[in-house]
């Protein structure tokens, strides 16, 4: 049995220092605005310096050591209107990303064995990318209170996310783009449809979208967190595709005692990776097919106002293992297809009140009274494999327990400002 008592901490430290060193803004008339400006971002991560504990199990990774990377991005938007139907809102962004040094990187022979390693000083260049994001979007007005909107996005995204497959708890890692780690690259289209009513009381909208993106990360399969401690991050990925699709239902109340809003969305997200599951495409792990939001604020009177939020959602998928086999006294899991299973589904209900306090010219408060997960949901969080018996006996039995965080959680909070 897992142990209550669970920590995992340091999955992966990641800092980063955001600046905008200048934005300009220009109106030539009330319809038409143009924005334009730059942003400096300082990247510092130390990926997969993992430690864990349950029971007496200790593990710990080791550090590992730190990557530094620079991003610049320069922007210029273009928001106007033609006629009393058609806004327009176009965009285009310069982004050049930088990884820096001081950082070894090990060549590699066919064999996977390090023949040599090139050293990169303190601020040196290791591999930068230039690219250009653009952006468009146009509503379409159908009377007052209506209107299409259309829109196309391309991104790249230079810091990356990967979990490993066949580990029992989160193992998320954040790594940047390297020479080897392209840029991922996303386009997104979308489609919909808004409508007010009673004098915009109401909002609803109804909106499609498909993303493609390139340039995906995972880990390869039999990639393990204590892998390539002192060597490069980079050689445990491999790289794939995926798309992205959906429909995205909004309905919001915006005027009076009570207010709110009812989202709910229907989307699908897969995977395509030549290395992994046979080149057949899989689930993402954050593919939810179903997910639903109900937010509701209420204010009794000019001191009080309550609130609940009702969440549920479809279970991440996770891949489980298939088999189990024992190599150098340990016990080994190999992994079954590949993201095949779903956890079960997410859902609680979080309900607050608040109080304002008084209030004078330099000082306001309010006292928020809340409850996480009202009727104590045991949401889960990961799964965990543990074996019961020796190794080598015909009665040995892994046993997998779900672990969950969060259960029913009263707190309260005062806020205070002062003018």
Request: aromatic residues 16%; contains cysteine; glycine residues 6%.
């Amino acid at each position: 049995m897992l142990s209550n008592y669970l920590n995992i901490s340091n999955l992966c430290l990641f800092f980063i220092v955001y600046y905008e060193f200048f934005g300009l803004s220009f109106f030539p008339n009330p319809n038409h605005s143009i924005k334009f400006g730059g942003v400096l971002t300082l990247h510092r991560f130390t990926p997969g310096n993992a430690s864990a504990s349950s029971g007496d199990v200790d593990f710990n990774t080791g550090v590992r050591k730190k990557l530094r990377s620079q991003e610049i991005g320069i922007y210029l938007l273009d928001d106007f209107e033609i006629g009393n139907r058609i806004r327009i809102n176009a965009g285009l962004r310069y982004n050049y990303f930088n990884h820096i040094g001081p950082y070894d990187d090990f060549i590699k022979d066919q064999n996977n064995t390090t023949i040599d390693t090139v050293h990169y000083k303190k601020g040196k260049k290791v591999a930068d990318y230039h690219r250009l994001e653009p952006r468009i979007s146009l509503r379409y007005a159908v009377g007052l209170s209506s209107s299409f909107k259309a829109a196309f996005t391309q991104n790249y995204q230079n810091v990356h996310l990967a979990s490993f497959a066949t580990v029992s708890f989160p193992t998320d890692t954040w790594v940047p783009s390297t020479a080897r780690i392209k840029p991922q690259l996303s386009r997104q289209y979308s489609l919909g449809y808004y409508r007010n009513f009673k004098k915009n009381t109401w909002e609803t909208s109804a909106e499609l979208y498909y993303k493609n993106m390139e340039n995906l990360i995972e880990y390869k399969d039999g990639s393990l967190v204590e892998d390539n401690v002192a060597e490069n991050i980079d050689n445990s990925f491999t790289f794939g595709s995926g798309d992205s699709y959906g429909i995205e239902f909004l309905v919001k109340k915006r005027k009076g005692r009570t207010t709110g809003w009812v989202g709910y969305t229907i989307s699908k997200t897969t995977r395509s990776f030549q290395e992994l599951n046979k080149g057949q495409s899989f689930p993402s792990r954050f593919d939810r097919r179903h997910d639903l939001s109900v937010v509701v604020t209420h204010r009794v009177n000019r001191k009080w106002k309550i609130s609940g939020i009702l969440v549920y959602g479809t279970g991440n998928s996770f891949t489980i293992p298939s088999s189990f086999f024992t190599f150098d006294g340990k016990l080994v899991a190999e992994a079954g297809e590949r993201n095949g299973y779903r956890l079960p589904e997410y859902h609680r209900l979080d309900v607050s009140a608040t109080l304002k306090g008084k209030e004078s010219r330099r000082f306001s408060s309010s006292w928020t009274f809340s409850i996480f997960n009202l009727y104590n949901r045991r949401n889960p969080y990961f799964i965990s494999f543990q074996e019961d018996g020796d190794y080598f006996s015909p009665d040995l039995q892994i046993k997998a327990t779900q672990v969950s965080l969060f259960a029913f959680l009263p707190s309260v909070t005062w806020n205070f400002k002062f003018k």
